[in-house]
């Protein structure tokens, strides 16, 4: 079974500051790890994934997302958050191979960007 | 141009009736998803189509009946409606099961 943990419901910090938005997961074998963004009444972005190769990756809108295998984590990061970052962020992972090939979702994250 | 679009946005329907939500995709994308999300926006894949073809069906009491008339479009029908069934639903679509999905913007279904 795969699973994910986002540990905070929500994260708030100051425009400027550097933002984390933290996930764990748990799957069988090498995970596929993805990381979206809800606005309100929207539906999901896609913002990166991680799928092999090097840890730290590169999204859209100055996010970056660390795999870190040891830990089974896939925290998300920007260095300087913008209050348009305000949403709901969620952390998906699926294994690389075998079982469904569909990806279980975390609960979400609420980010907060105060100015 | 929107790439997943659904229809109607807002549905609010008495217990009981029938109702279809309608979802295409304009991205030539292989695989087509419905998913449900509800009021503490927990999200549960619901149907995954490739092709036309109904490749993922959880466990959804067998109401919910989705429809592929082409790879460009799924439809979701849901018979008897419950007021358990309100939530938002989404459709989304992939190239490829490795690719991040684009999400439609949402059903809103309400149940009185």
């Known amino acids: 079974a795969q699973s994910v943990a986002q540990p905070e419901d929500q994260v708030n910090v100051a425009e400027g500051n550097p933002l984390t938005v933290k996930c764990t997961y748990s799957v069988s074998g090498n995970p596929y790890l993805f990381w979206y963004v809800q606005y309100p009444n929207r539906g999901l972005q896609f913002l990166l994934k991680y799928i092999t190769g090097d840890n730290l990756v590169k999204g859209s809108y100055g996010f970056e997302a660390e795999f870190n295998k040891s830990q089974t984590s896939f925290h998300l990061k920007k260095p300087s958050a913008l209050v348009s970052d305000s949403a709901l962020y969620f952390c998906a992972v699926r294994a690389a191979s075998g079982g469904s090939y569909i990806p279980t979702f975390g609960r979400g994250t609420s980010l907060i960007v105060h100015p | 141009d929107t790439a997943v679009s659904q229809t109607p946005k807002y549905l609010v329907t008495q217990m009981g009736n029938d109702k279809s939500i309608k979802c295409e995709q304009n991205?030539?994308?292989?695989?087509m998803y419905w998913y449900k999300q509800d009021s503490k926006k927990f999200l549960k894949i619901m149907f995954s189509?490739?092709?036309?073809?109904?490749?993922i069906n959880e466990t959804v009491p067998n109401r919910f009946s989705p429809k592929s008339p082409d790879k460009a479009h799924l439809n979701l029908h849901i018979n008897s409606l419950e007021l358990g069934d309100s939530a938002v639903y989404f459709c989304a679509s992939s190239q490829d099961r490795n690719d991040g999905y684009t999400f439609g913007s949402g059903t809103r279904l309400t149940v009185v």
């Open positions: 991205l030539g994308h292989d695989t």
């Open positions: 189509y490739n092709n036309k073809e109904l490749i």
